[in-house]
């Protein structure tokens, strides 16, 4: 039997993160944490390629076209979305969740959800710094694990 376990070294991986600007003053934090987190683990600033994008809806447009790329290890995907009062909350939600799960499955690059969907302000800020950690933070770490997965199984 071979086990394939990835470790947790970003030395000499290339990330593309995607982040939405929609939430920013949330967003901003789980950057933050997806950075510290690269950081510490090894990587350096000129191997982190950082994509901004209107909402959550369209960061799966960049995703895919940082995957078609070829020249990242991990993808970290990044963003808030808040229950409103319509059910725009749900179309978004599930799209955005769908087409990276679809990029995610393609196999080319791993790609990572750092995508809170919360039902209030209260909830969504909870994730992105407080009480129950940086979802960014833990969105990277899943990306340098995967990176060293995928490097295995080449």
Not at 23 to 28: I, P, V
Request: proline residues 1%.
């Amino acid at each position: 039997m071979k086990i394939f376990e990835g470790n947790l070294s970003a030395e000499g991986k290339r990330f593309g993160i995607v982040v939405s600007r929609f939430n920013e003053f949330l967003t901003k934090n789980l950057l933050e944490g997806a950075l510290d987190c690269l950081k510490r683990h090894g990587a350096v600033e000129e191997n982190i390629d950082v994509v901004w994008v209107p909402g959550s809806f369209e960061i799966g447009f960049a995703a895919r076209k940082m995957a078609s790329l070829k020249r990242y290890n991990a993808i970290i995907c990044l963003g808030v979305i808040v229950r409103g009062a319509t059910a725009h909350f749900e179309y978004v939600a599930g799209q955005v969740t769908r087409i990276l799960g679809q990029i995610n499955g393609e196999g080319v690059v791993p790609v990572t959800y750092g995508i809170i969907i919360a039902d209030s302000l209260e909830q969504a800020t909870e994730r992105v710094g407080t009480k129950m950690g940086n979802k960014g933070w833990n969105a990277a770490l899943s990306a340098i694990e995967m990176a060293n997965v995928s490097e295995q199984l080449k």
